[in-house]
């Protein structure tokens, strides 16, 4: 099964590595044929990146 993701969630982005905060879900107008989600994300250097596909973003792992 997919990893479920959410606003709040400690990301990385698969390709360029940043690591970052889901802010929002975003309604996008593809997303409502599909499973897939939309997110904005704002990554730890403090840019915000949006319209960001969950497949493009890898969860964190959040055990210490």
Do not use: A
Request: with cysteine; hydrophobic share 35%; charged share 25%.
């Amino acid at each position: 099964g997919s990893i479920i993701m959410k606003v709040g969630d400690l990301v990385q982005h698969c390709f360029h590595e940043r690591v970052g905060v889901i802010i929002k879900e975003v309604d996008h107008p593809s997303t409502r044929s599909n499973t897939n989600k939309v997110f904005d994300v704002v990554w730890l250097n403090g840019t915000t990146g949006y319209n960001i596909w969950d497949y493009d973003l890898e969860k964190v792992n959040e055990s210490r």
